[in-house]
């Protein structure tokens, strides 16, 4: 944790006790049975000589049985999901996608919540951002974030979720108007079980289980989680898929130098724009936006490290230089 940032970050949790499993898929499996008996209770014989009254009673202990089943089936598949990934049963199936795809569909899993609460949900993600991974899990790393930020906001409440590229990561970030973390759950807000004070009617949260269900699939994609008690911001990191640059800019004052570097990229398929000056570096990157600058650090009107900085804050600049 960065305790001077006020921010925590992800790290190993304990175990899942095996008789919570246990004790949580007996739970469902009675519900079940118990759900199934009442919709047979309730079936043609009441509809056919029950009084209203009575078929109303009915049909609300089956929405109850039935939102309980619900409930329990996605706890157990959270209890089931923490266990396989600690022990590393899930294998990932990677392959390149674009984050909005992930987004999208997590969106739509979390879609309830939002629209119970009535909550307005704003998502600011651009196509375009691909990274290498598995896009179910991705997607469920991203509803889990959306549902812990629906779940925690008082009604009639605003999420916002945005997605940009930096450098050579993508940058996701979950913000909302809710009361955000206690300081003191910092340290273990991605532990299993753990869960902010919550009203007496317990409709917030479930079992403490969204965050350290997030946090093991991004750490399986070489990504990081953070958290901000300050203004309840999950962010999370994922490297971008690796890919061949597009569209190069090669700056080197040596001009044979400079012609044979442009050959050798032209020669692999790569797009490739060469100067010889850091101005007309600059004017060149304005005009094709170059994915990659290779710079001479000596060139003869500014210092090459001086150009990759200027080159870096220009929009659509290249993301190394």
């Given at each position: 944790?960065?305790?001077?940032?006020?921010?925590?970050?992800?790290?190993?949790?304990?175990?899942?006790?095996?008789?919570?499993?246990?004790?949580?898929?007996?739970?469902?499996?009675?519900?079940?049975?118990?759900?199934?008996?009442?919709?047979?209770?309730?079936?043609?014989?009441?509809?056919?000589?029950?009084?209203d009254e009575q078929r109303g009673d009915s049909s609300r202990e089956r929405d109850i049985?039935?939102r309980q089943i619900r409930h329990l089936a996605r706890l157990v598949d959270d209890l089931?999901?923490?266990?396989?990934?600690?022990?590393?049963?899930?294998?990932?199936?990677?392959?390149?996608?674009?984050?909005?795809?992930?987004?999208?569909?997590?969106?739509?899993?979390?879609?309830?919540?939002?629209?119970?609460?009535?909550?307005?949900?704003?998502?600011?993600?651009?196509?375009?951002?691909?990274?290498?991974?598995?896009?179910?899990?991705?997607?469920?790393?991203?509803?889990?974030?959306?549902?812990?930020?629906?779940?925690?906001?008082?009604?009639?409440?605003?999420?916002?979720?945005?997605?940009?590229?930096?450098?050579?990561?993508?940058i996701l970030e979950c913000r909302d108007n809710g009361r955000g973390i206690a300081p003191?759950?910092?340290?273990?807000?991605?532990?299993?079980?753990?869960?902010?004070?919550?009203?007496?009617?317990?409709?917030?949260?479930?079992?403490?289980?969204?965050?350290?269900?997030?946090?093991?699939?991004?750490?399986?994609?070489?990504?990081?989680?953070?958290?901000?008690?300050?203004?309840?911001?999950?962010?999370?990191?994922?490297?971008?898929?690796?890919?061949?640059?597009?569209?190069?800019?090669?700056?080197?004052?040596?001009?044979?130098?400079?012609?044979?570097?442009?050959?050798?990229?032209?020669?692999?398929?790569?797009?490739?724009?060469?100067?010889?000056?850091?101005?007309?570096?600059?004017?060149?990157?304005?005009?094709?936006?170059?994915?990659?600058?290779?710079?001479?650090?000596?060139?003869?009107?500014?210092?090459?490290?001086?150009?990759?900085?200027?080159?870096?804050?220009?929009?659509?600049?290249?993301?190394?230089?």
């Amino acid at each position: 944790m960065d305790c001077g940032s006020g921010r925590a970050r992800s790290r190993r949790g304990s175990g899942i006790p095996a008789v919570v499993i246990v004790l949580a898929a007996t739970t469902l499996m009675l519900l079940a049975v118990g759900g199934g008996g009442a919709a047979e209770s309730a079936g043609p014989g009441v509809d056919r000589g029950a009084p209203d009254e009575q078929r109303g009673d009915s049909s609300r202990e089956r929405d109850i049985i039935e939102r309980q089943i619900r409930h329990l089936a996605r706890l157990v598949d959270d209890l089931l999901d923490v266990s396989r990934l600690r022990r590393g049963a899930i294998e990932l199936r990677r392959e390149p996608f674009d984050v909005f795809d992930a987004v999208s569909r997590a969106v739509e899993m979390t879609s309830p919540i939002f629209n119970e609460k009535h909550h307005e949900l704003v998502v600011d993600v651009p196509h375009g951002l691909v990274v290498d991974g598995d896009r179910i899990r991705i997607a469920q790393v991203i509803s889990n974030l959306l549902s812990n930020a629906g779940k925690h906001t008082e009604p009639n409440g605003r999420v916002v979720l945005t997605a940009r590229r930096k450098y050579t990561e993508i940058i996701l970030e979950c913000r909302d108007n809710g009361r955000g973390i206690a300081p003191e759950l910092l340290p273990r807000v991605f532990d299993l079980f753990v869960q902010g004070e919550r009203a007496l009617d317990r409709q917030q949260g479930r079992l403490g289980l969204g965050l350290a269900v997030a946090r093991m699939p991004v750490d399986r994609h070489g990504g990081t989680i953070e958290v901000s008690a300050m203004q309840s911001e999950p962010e999370l990191q994922f490297p971008l898929a690796a890919s061949a640059p597009r569209r190069v800019l090669v700056v080197d004052d040596n001009h044979d130098a400079l012609v044979m570097l442009l050959e050798a990229l032209k020669h692999a398929g790569i797009e490739a724009v060469g100067a010889e000056t850091a101005k007309e570096a600059m004017e060149v990157a304005v005009r094709i936006r170059p994915d990659v600058a290779i710079l001479d650090i000596g060139l003869p009107d500014k210092n090459g490290l001086d150009l990759a900085r200027a080159l870096r804050v220009l929009p659509g600049g290249p993301a190394r230089a």
